[in-house]
């Protein structure tokens, strides 16, 4: 069975400080990794995914993502805070050896980041 | 280009009336998804199509939803005989096929309230 867990409902760091929004994730295969940001009244934007290879993967507005395969960890990282940062993150995990057909993406709870100026 | 996009993008309706939800995915891609998202949770999987048909409909909570995509493209997504407890925001999305791998690109999401 496939689980997310993003274990801080809530992320306060003042702006121009490094950020850190954490994931875990539990797969019976290899995981394919996602974040998502959601603004207010607005849909799932796309970040960055791990797929295989290098265990830090660079995506959309500065942010980057490490994949740690012992810690089952995926978190979501940015060096210098920005207020316009301040959002619902979601991780999410795909399993490649998981129930045949599944093709979903399976969602952790989110965790509110906010960008304090 | 053109993200996915769903309308209506507000729906209220009362209890034990029937709602569809319309999803018009990124042109070109053949994998279509819907999810639902409660407040406080992540979008939770209700069902996914390739082409035309149902590949996946396990998420569905019951058979009182019910989704078509009869060309291939524009996605529906029906509730009958709706419940409060189906209040949620509806969010669709695509990719361009069923890899893995593929990224899901999301709409803005259709907010239903069943008064």
């Known amino acids: 069975a496939q689980s997310v867990a993003q274990p801080e409902d809530q992320v306060n760091v003042a702006e121009g400080n490094p950020l850190t929004v954490k994931c875990t994730y539990s797969?019976?295969?290899?995981?394919?990794l996602f974040w998502y940001v959601q603004y207010p009244n607005r849909g799932l934007q796309f970040l960055l995914k791990?797929?295989?290879?290098?265990?830090l993967v660079k995506g959309s507005y500065g942010f980057e993502a490490e994949f740690n395969k012992s810690q089952t960890s995926f978190h979501l990282k940015k060096p210098s805070a920005l207020v316009s940062d301040s959002a619902l993150y979601f991780c999410?995990?795909?399993?490649?050896?998981?129930?045949?057909?599944?093709?979903?993406?399976?969602f952790g709870t989110g965790t509110r980041l906010t960008v304090i100026p | 280009g053109a993200g996915v996009s769903q309308t209506p993008s507000n729906k209220v309706t009362e209890k034990g009336k029937y709602v569809e939800l319309r999803c018009d995915p990124i042109?070109?891609?053949?994998?279509l998804y819907w999810y639902r998202q409660s407040l406080g949770q992540g979008p939770e999987f209700l069902i996914y199509?390739?082409?035309?048909?149902?590949?996946?409909d396990s998420g569905l909570p019951n058979d009182r939803f019910f989704a078509v995509r009869p060309e291939g493209s524009v996605s529906t997504l029906k509730i009958q005989r709706t419940e409060r407890g189906d209040s949620a925001v509806y969010l669709c999305?695509?990719?361009?096929?069923?890899?893995?791998?593929?990224?899901?690109?999301f709409g803005p999401g259709t907010r239903l309230t069943v008064l």
């Open positions: 797969v019976s295969g290899n995981p394919y």
């Open positions: 791990y797929i295989t290879g290098d265990n």
């Open positions: 042109s070109g891609h053949t994998a």
């Open positions: 199509f390739q082409g035309t048909g149902a590949a996946d």
């Open positions: 999305a695509s990719s361009p096929g069923l890899a893995l791998t593929d990224t899901q690109y």
């Open positions: 999410a995990v795909r399993d490649a050896f998981g129930r045949t057909g599944a093709n979903n993406l399976f």
